[in-house]
């Protein structure tokens, strides 16, 4: 099978599951046990129209179909979807589309920087421990990686929040080692109190869209990429400290930092573990054993022959990776105020927003399938022999 007719092939495998995902998020609106009319009406649900004789509560189901057949209702909601209408959030008084454009990139960013963190150390640690089969490292690095996988990500963060603690005479650890005053890591928000609005209260929006103004409008929802793109004329009100675009970079990499590191860590744990056990397997193959007999330096042999060949089973480990760091930045999201996917969520629940659970429901699936597409397509091409199955 050519390359080209595999990628397709695995494209129109993700229609059936993109169906049974909107099936499933659509089916869970049905069986909760709430009515979204009566979310949206509140307390004026008995109140009667003059102009139609109906209860606010009667003309809120007839507005959202809620009283026609439920094959129906499943045909307007797919056609809405298709079209680009979420509809609304109860919670947010916004379109959900909106709500979720904002939330996403927050957790994406998030969960980029925890791959870019975890990965590293788990293959690095991995490699080590493989090495070294049977020494102290390879003990403590595996007592590690079942560690770094079975520590609840909240009390990590919590942990974390407790070391690296801000404020006035409040450093954690880094005031008596670093010599700093009031810590030396962020824990909480996206970007430093002294670059929120002057006058932040007068504002009318929600905690979602209320970016700083010297972000440009419109722009990608990123912050380490927008800080590049904020004009001088913006700079010049802003805080001294945070007068140039390095600045703000820094400040919003210094804020995505701990919690990006807390989901990093989990990942860490079963990378390690899984590099270690196939680096291992490929240390005993016959190609291995003829570097050696050659003359080839134990290192080449290690980091050409062994660890290119070792990676490629990991490769396929990425896509899940993804699909946990975004399962993880609910509760990440939480404890270190960033009001991504996993906050709006965990919000949407809490007061029954339909509209923006099923909405979240669908973009992390969306967002875990592309991934592994990916991942499939990067491991046909890196192995061939995957293409002919």
Known sequence: MKTHEFVVRRILLLVPVMVGVTVFTFGI???????????????????????????LLELQRERLGLNKPIIEQFAIYLQNLLEGDWGESTAYRRPTSDVIKDAAPITLEMSFFALLI???????LGILSAVWQDSVFDHISR????????????????MLQLLFSTGPDVGGICDPLFGTQGGCLPIYGRHDVALTFP???????????????????????????DSWFVTDEALSTLHPDYSTNRALFG??????FLPSF??????AGSLLRYMRASLLEVLNEDYVRTARAKGVSERRVILVHACRNALVPILT??????????????LTESIFNFYGMGKVAVQAITVLDFSVIMGVTLITAVIFLIANLIVDILYAVIDPRVRLE
Not at 46 to 53: H, I, K, Q, S, Y
Not at 262 to 267: D, K, Q, R, V, Y
Request: hydrophobic fraction near 45%; include cysteine.
């Open 199 to 225: 006058d932040y209260t007068s504002i009318t929006c929600s905690e979602i869209s209320c970016y700083p103004w010297y972000y440009p409008s419109g722009g990608t929802g990123f912050h380490l990429v």
């Open 317 to 330: 480990i990425l896509g899940f990776s993804i699909g946990g760091a975004i399962g993880g930045a609910v």
């Open 262 to 267: 807390t989901l990093g860590i989990a990942s």
């Open 251 to 256: 400040d919003s990499l210094s804020h995505l």
């Open 118 to 124: 975890g990965y590293p150390i788990g293959i690095s």
């Open 143 to 158: 007592f590690m990686a079942i560690a770094f996988v079975s520590l609840p990500i909240f009390w990590l963060a919590m």
């Open 29 to 55: 609106s049905q069986i909760i046990p709430a009515d979204p009319a009566a979310i949206l009406c509140g307390e004026r649900c008995g109140l009667v129209d003059p102009t139609t004789g109906k209860t």
